[in-house]
């Protein structure tokens, strides 16, 4: 039984004492003010106390605890995503109208456990955005001894929090729609007829007015007719007079009018470059996702970045502008060797824009901290910088060789094979760093969070050698001091997502752009080059899967955008 009146909850349960009859109690709690007893949840081991929000706030549930057994029992917590975590406990003794209480956040799921003398319950459950939730802890009978049984219900109905979302993608949809429906009747010329038609009614319509203003004016057009007459004869006569003065000037300057024609045709203006349209939009749409993520993502966790292991909307913005930056060098290679540059110029021009990018990124990075001390030197447009460039330099000299060559079935392969054998080289060099390169006081080829992961087992071990050669190179000063990780796995370790290992494999990933760009220029026709894109497609994803064993946590090389 439950009712919500002026935001508060009025809700009934029953409490088992042990060997008693129930007994029942109602609550009236208001959402935006917890005044029961919060749980004190900690790990014991660790002395690490979770901190528990004392007001609503977004992306939160509360939660109440009643334990209605007579014996003790200890009630645990803990983020979903974090993997292989010890849970934050509290010890519940005898029975209580409530327990404890604590808000517990509802972007991820919860994992939940009661354990005592007689049994155990864990469950692992995503709560509603200002949900209200009883877990009744009970005993049931098992013959003749008593289990323990739990119960996780909710206790008022929140609104969906995903159906804003729901209904902005229906309204985009149906716009979408209704763009291709209108370029579909462009294109069958259906509002060209319309306007046709309507011209047509509106000619009809002023026709009578022009006819009669015709017959009035032509009485006086036939006046003006024999005057106009005799001026053009006077008018013929001094014309052709003209034209035999003229005729010695003409052939004079004919010489100089070929001349004029020759530099008028040179000056024509350059044919318009012809788009990509594809890439284009596919910038447009990475652009727009990337606006959404910068400005919090609205608060959905599958467009939000993952907080270590796994992939969302969020993850994908940054490797999609790593991929077409592959993509369209292909054709700036191409413009470059047309117009003739030199290779002097070519490679400063790589050079240059990769330094400009750098600095641009050193100089946003001051938006939080302009002390020089502490400056972080990686970054988003860091990276961007060091994969064109080491990307660009390694492409230049195979592609100048591949424009000489005639195009053959597997050329976008076969021309650039050197090209493959340097960046699968720095493929390997990457794999050897982050599992073969020994990291002090944490595992060989360590792939975790750190922190509370793993059991706690490996705190300082934050991203293994990749966090290693950081911290080394760059000192724990200049690298990201807040990443996303602390808030769920408590670690203390700085962690750059954008660091000096990752590079490698965003090179990788540029090449891998480059490939599809090579699909491009080599085949006009989009059948094989969808067909190409797909069977690219299908093996990179088959490895993938193979490599991750085809689930979030556990595999051998999980996928995350930390370590990419």
Excluded at 262 to 273: F, I, M, Q
Excluded at 532 to 560: E, F, M
Aim: proline share 5%.
């Amino acid at each position: 039984m439950e009712a919500v009146i002026d935001r508060r909850i009025f809700f009934v349960f029953g409490l088992l004492s042990f060997g008693q009859t129930p007994t029942i109690a109602v609550i009236e709690y208001d959402v935006h003010t917890d005044y029961l007893s919060p749980c004190q949840l900690t790990i014991a081991h660790l002395s690490l106390e979770h901190a528990m929000p004392t007001e609503y706030l977004m992306d939160t549930a509360l939660l109440y605890v009643v334990s209605s057994v007579g014996f003790e029992v200890v009630y645990g917590w803990q983020h979903g995503d974090c993997y292989e975590c010890p849970l934050f406990e509290v010890t519940l003794n005898g029975p209580r109208l409530v327990n404890c209480s604590h808000r517990i956040q509802t972007k991820y799921p919860n994992v939940l456990r009661v354990r005592s003398e007689n049994g155990s319950w864990s469950a692992k459950e995503r709560l509603t955005d200002r949900g209200v939730y009883l877990l009744n802890i009970t005993t049931e009978d098992a013959n003749g001894r008593l289990d323990l049984a739990c119960d996780l219900r909710p206790l008022n109905s929140p609104p969906n929090p995903d159906l804003p979302m729901l209904v902005a993608f229906l309204i985009f949809a149906a716009l979408a729609a209704v763009w291709v429906l209108l370029v579909f009747l462009h294109k069958r010329g259906k509002f060209d007829k319309i306007l046709r038609k309507n011209r047509i009614q509106a000619d009809g319509s002023d026709r009578k007015s022009e006819i009669h203003e015709e017959h009035g004016n032509e009485a006086k057009n036939n006046e003006f007719e024999l005057a106009d007459e005799k001026d053009s004869d006077r008018k013929h006569e001094s014309a052709l007079a003209e034209e035999n003065k003229d005729e010695e000037k003409d052939n004079g300057s004919q010489s100089e009018r070929q001349n004029s024609a020759v530099l008028a045709n040179a000056s024509d203006p350059p044919k318009v470059k012809i788009r990509l349209h594809s890439l284009d939009a596919f910038r447009g749409l990475s652009l727009v996702v990337m606006i959404f993520v910068n400005y919090g993502s609205a608060g959905y966790y599958y467009i939000e970045h993952a907080i270590w292991n796994g992939l969302t909307v969020g993850d994908l913005v940054f490797p999609w502008f790593i991929f077409m930056m592959g993509t369209s060098m292909v054709f700036s290679f191409r413009g470059l060797f047309k117009n003739e540059i030199s290779d002097m110029k070519i490679v400063w021009k790589i050079v240059w824009r990769s330094i400009l990018l750098f600095g641009i990124g050193l100089f946003l990075g001051t938006k939080y901290d302009n002390d020089m001390e502490w400056i972080r030197i990686p970054g988003v447009l860091q990276r961007f910088s060091a994969t064109y460039l080491a990307t660009a330099l390694v492409h230049f000299p195979f592609a100048k060789m591949a424009a000489k060559k005639e195009k053959t079935l597997f050329g976008d392969v076969i021309h650039y094979w050197p090209e493959w054998v340097i960046m699968l080289a720095l493929l390997a060099l990457n794999l050897s760093l982050t599992f073969a390169l020994p990291v002090p006081d944490c595992p060989t080829g360590y792939l975790g969070p750190g922190g509370l992961a793993n059991n706690a087992s490996y705190w300082n071990c934050t991203g293994g050698s990749a966090g290693y050669i950081d911290k080394k190179i760059l000192s724990l000063q200049h690298i990201y001091r807040t990443p996303t990780i602390k808030d769920v796995y408590y670690s203390t370790e700085p962690f750059d997502p954008e660091g000096i290992l990752g590079t490698i494999t965003s090179v990788f990933l540029c090449f891998l752009g480059l490939q599809a760009g090579k699909i491009i220029a080599m085949h006009k026709n989009p059948i094989p080059i969808l067909i190409r894109w797909s069977i690219w497609g299908v093996l990179t994803g088959l490895v993938a899967l193979l490599l991750c064993n085809a689930k979030q946590d556990g595999g051998w090389i999980p996928l995350n955008k930390n370590l990419w």
